[in-house]
């Protein structure tokens, strides 16, 4: 599989979480990384996106507490999340896109409890 995602779990309220998307190299090299979610009975919504070292992107709904980057050495990227709430229950998604298509994971199911 070009993306694989790690990291999900159990959290409760306030603690942190780091994902993991390991990238195939042809992938890695040619799209730009991105994170989505989806909460359950909820559409799929964009998280973050990195286009580069100073150009990173991300919903407003979890701004200053999310931040994506990535290892070029490792071919993976990352979704460090901070001050997780409830609301930030779903499954993670790693996106990479190149040009008009998009290449998703199969998932990451991220659990924060109350």
């Known amino acids: 599989a070009p993306l694989v995602e790690s990291g999900g779990g159990l959290v409760q309220a306030g603690g942190s979480l780091r994902l993991s998307c390991a990238v195939s190299?042809?992938?890695?090299?040619?799209?730009?990384m991105g994170w989505y979610r989806q909460a359950p009975g909820k559409e799929r919504e964009f998280v973050a996106r990195l286009i580069s070292d100073l150009r990173k992107f991300y919903a407003d709904s979890v701004k200053g507490r999310f931040t994506i980057s990535k290892d070029n050495a490792k071919n993976t990227v990352y979704l460090q999340m901070n001050n997780l709430q409830p609301e930030d229950t779903a499954l993670y998604f790693c996106?990479?896109?190149?040009?008009?298509?998009?290449?998703w994971g199969q998932g990451t199911q991220v659990t924060v409890s109350s």
């Open positions: 190299r042809s992938v890695f090299s040619r799209g730009t």
């Open positions: 996106n990479s896109r190149i040009g008009p298509n998009d290449v």
